[in-house]
T-cell receptor, first 114, second 109 residues
Framework: EADIYQTPRYLVIGTGKKITLECSQT?????MYWYQQDPGMELHLIHY???????EKGDLSSESTVSRIRTEHFPLTLESARPSHTSQYLC?????????????FGPGTRLTVL | ELKVEQNPLFLSMQEGKNYTIYCNYS?????LYWYRQDPGKSLESLFV?????AVKQEGRLMASLDTKARLSTLHITAAVHDLSATYFC?????????FGKGTRLHILP
């Protein structure tokens, strides 16, 4: 079944650790996105990609980095986590050229940095 | 700069009542989206509206779009507790989707 996956779902780590949040989709979508969302608040776009080897920063400044080496995989990395990074991170994908341009969201990773 | 404003941001209502959530956006856009988010969960797509006058309905929810007024509405008919969630509207800008702050809807039994 075509879907979008995120791992881990929950992560509690200490300050200064390096972490990678995984996002994979099996829908063959070329566009992928990372959003940051504090509980009950709006979504902020932090990174997006329109295809392999394409990455762009979003509207919200973020200390994270992303890569897009394979179409289906769009990991997000924090080199040195801080408490200010505590948030929920949502990955999404969509297919260009489609009339609806609808984004499909993964289940999210809830990150807590102590 | 494209801005998306929703109101109200919080809404508590009784079961069986009707209500409308409003979404205004500041510049022209190709598409308008409505998403639902349950607490601690991800976003679920509800509707995609493409053209002026578009209306879509699913169960007790109906969304409409007025591109001239840059306004979309999400109407809830005879609300039930299961509809309690946060509802986001969003619009396209240069292939990126800009979200409103969300309307947190709480339906009292």
């Amino acid at each position: 079944e075509a879907d979008i996956y995120q791992t881990p779902r929950y992560l509690v780590i200490g300050t200064g650790k390096k972490i990678t949040l995984e996002c994979s989709q099996t829908m063959g979508h070329d566009k992928m996105y990372w959003y940051q969302q504090d509980p009950g608040m709006e979504l902020h776009l932090i990174h997006y990609s329109y295809g392999v080897n394409s990455t762009e920063k979003g509207d919200l400044s973020s200390e994270s980095t992303v890569s897009r080496i394979r179409t289906e995989h769009f990991p997000l990395t924090l080199e040195s986590a801080r408490p200010s990074h505590t948030s929920q991170y949502l990955c999404a994908s969509s297919e260009s050229g489609r009339l609806l341009n609808e984004q499909f969201f993964g289940p999210g990773t809830r990150l807590t940095v102590l | 700069e494209l801005k998306v404003e929703q109101n109200p941001l919080f809404l508590s209502m009784q079961e069986g009542k009707n209500y409308t959530i409003y979404c205004n956006y500041s510049t022209t856009s190709d598409r308008l989206y409505w998403y639902r988010q349950d607490p601690g969960k991800s976003l679920e797509s509800l509707f995609v509206l493409l053209s002026n006058g578009a209306v879509k309905q699913e169960g007790r929810l109906m969304a409409s779009l007025d591109t001239k007024a840059r306004l979309s509405t999400l109407h809830i008919t005879a609300a039930v507790h299961d509809l309690s969630a946060t509802y986001f509207c969003a619009v396209d800008r240069d292939d990126k989707i800009i979200f409103g702050k969300g309307t947190r809807l709480h339906i009292l039994p």
